[in-house]
């Protein structure tokens, strides 16, 4: 100051009110701007998420189709099994029930299992006994059924009996099955 | 920076305040960067801040925050000296109470720091930016004429005469008086008469008085009279005149006195002048040339009684200059922010 005894008083437009409304929208446009970054950082978090998730759906989705193939192949192991099983049952149901057909004086010797017929060796004391206790079930069961008879050393009769069924009998037993 | 760019954005609000004997006028210049916008001169009768004058103020201030409220000293404490040497200043005025300020390495203004301190406490409530002296009120107004000749300047305020004289604007002398008001001085007469009458009282006693040889030998000095009403002296005298201020003063009549109390208070005015000036010729501390031009600022309305009277009594070219003294305050304002 060249010529006052005192200096001036600093002068300024920014007054005490203006610096506290300047303070608000300052402290009010940080806010805005966090925010806005933080829901940049919760986009690019949430489009990387997306991203995962796709592409673990996909590789999901893959298994699924892996474990689907599983399932079929399992379930149609599961299904020839039952199938085999009640083959099995059924043989042995028809095993046990051809044994039960043997009356006590027949004794067998060996029995042959064939697709479509039965052939069965054994010993009988006559033929009379096989024709009306062996052969006559037999028959109700093939529908050809030829029987060879040899004497034994003891002078029983040791026979052969082969059994066939028709071929569309048989087909319609494979259906049933 | 942003201040500056701030700054240039809005107006600027000069507020400059006088306070006379029993009035205060206020003078408002609102300004842009180039000119003025709008000017105002208001007077309360009140010297001090009162409600009026506070809104008034404030009315303006609000116009921009850009506002500087200026005030001229009127403290009786306050003067000049003609020096900038501090370890001078002792050899005028004793101013370790005074805040003080040199003016371009020249010369001194100074004022009472209570005063100042009073000055700012009174005008708190608006806040003042500038106290100017009067003294530099006065340098600045009478710029063009105080770098020439040896002259006496004087600022006239009502109730204060501020006299300076300046030489190559490197100031002489200064003395800041007050002027009585009419009841002070009608008192002042009085005490004068009772002092005298004591002294009548009490008989003059020749033998007290003495007369030195000095006082004597001065006596013989007036053999020298003689050179004075040579003819070149003469012209000198007439070569010193300022013709230019006498044509400018030639348009500005100065009104004639109509009443005993202006008559009074120039008479007053004329008297305290001529006591600075028998100071300043008298003490030895100032280096006293012989004054032949007397510059006056007036800025109350002085009459012509004045003039006549510096004219007729102490043989001087008197020139008068009409000035606002809030106006000028304003210039000093705006100079101190550099406009």
């Known amino acids: 100051m060249k010529y006052s005894f005192i200096k001036p008083k600093r002068k300024t437009p920014i007054t005490p009110e203006v610096q506290i409304v300047f303070t608000f929208f300052f402290i009010t446009l940080i806010m805005l701007f966090l925010t806005y970054a933080f829901l940049l950082y919760k986009d690019y978090t949430f489009a990387k998420d997306k991203t995962n998730i796709s592409s673990q759906t996909q590789h999901l989705q893959v298994n699924i189709k892996k474990m689907q193939a599983q399932i079929d192949f399992i379930q149609k192991q599961k299904a020839l099994s039952e199938k085999v099983f009640t083959k099995n049952m059924v043989l042995k149901d028809s095993i046990s029930n051809l044994f039960d057909l043997v009356p006590q004086r027949i004794t067998l010797s060996r029995a042959q299992l064939l697709k479509n017929g039965l052939i069965l060796y054994g010993i009988t004391p006559n033929k009379d006994v096989y024709s009306f206790m062996l052969q006559a079930p037999l028959r109700s069961i093939f529908h050809t059924s030829y029987t060879s008879f040899y004497p034994a050393k003891n002078g029983w009769l040791m026979f052969v009996s082969t059994n066939y069924m028709d071929k569309s009998q048989n087909e319609e037993l494979d259906i049933e099955n | ?339």
């Open chain 2, 1 to 339: 920076m942003l201040d500056k760019i701030l700054e240039s954005l809005y107006l600027k609000v000069f507020v400059n305040i006088v306070v006379q004997r029993t009035k205060t006028v206020v003078y408002i210049e609102l300004r842009s960067k180039k000119e003025i916008i709008e000017e105002e001169t208001v007077e309360f009768n009140t010297t001090a801040l009162n409600n009026e004058m506070y809104n008034f103020i404030v009315r303006y201030a609000k116009e921009s925050p850009y506002y500087y409220i200026s005030i001229v000293d009127c403290s009786a404490f306050q003067g000049a000296l003609p020096t900038c040497e501090k370890n001078k200043f002792s050899d005028y005025k004793d101013l370790s109470t005074a805040q003080y300020k040199c003016f371009e390495n020249k010369w001194v203004f100074y004022t009472s720091k209570n005063d100042i301190y009073e000055l700012e406490k009174k005008y708190e409530d608006v806040g003042l930016d500038f106290i100017f002296s009067p003294f530099v009120i006065l340098q600045n107004f009478f710029k063009d004429k105080i770098n020439g000749n040896l002259a006496m300047y004087v600022l006239v305020q009502d109730g204060f005469i501020s006299v300076s004289m300046f030489e190559n604007s490197q100031l002489l002398y200064a003395e800041h008086l007050e002027v009585l008001t009419g009841d002070d001085t009608d008192d002042i007469l009085l005490n004068d008469e009772m002092d005298e009458n004591m002294d009548l009282d009490e008989g003059i006693d020749l033998e007290d008085i003495d007369v030195e040889e000095n006082d004597i030998e001065d006596l013989d000095d007036f053999g020298d009279i003689e050179d004075l009403d040579a003819l070149e002296d003469i012209d000198e005298f007439s070569q010193s005149k300022d013709v230019e201020e006498e044509l400018q003063e030639s348009l500005d009549t100065l009104p004639e006195a109509e009443e005993d109390e202006s008559f009074n208070e120039d008479y007053q005015r004329f008297t305290l002048i001529q006591s600075a000036v028998a100071h300043f010729y008298k003490d030895e501390k100032y280096e006293s040339h012989f004054i032949e031009n007397v510059y006056i600022s007036d800025c109350i309305g002085v009459t012509s009684d004045l003039k006549k009277y510096l004219e007729e009594e102490m043989f001087f070219n008197v020139y008068v200059r009409q000035a606002d003294l809030a106006v000028e305050v304003c210039e000093l304002a705006k100079m101190e922010l550099g406009l």
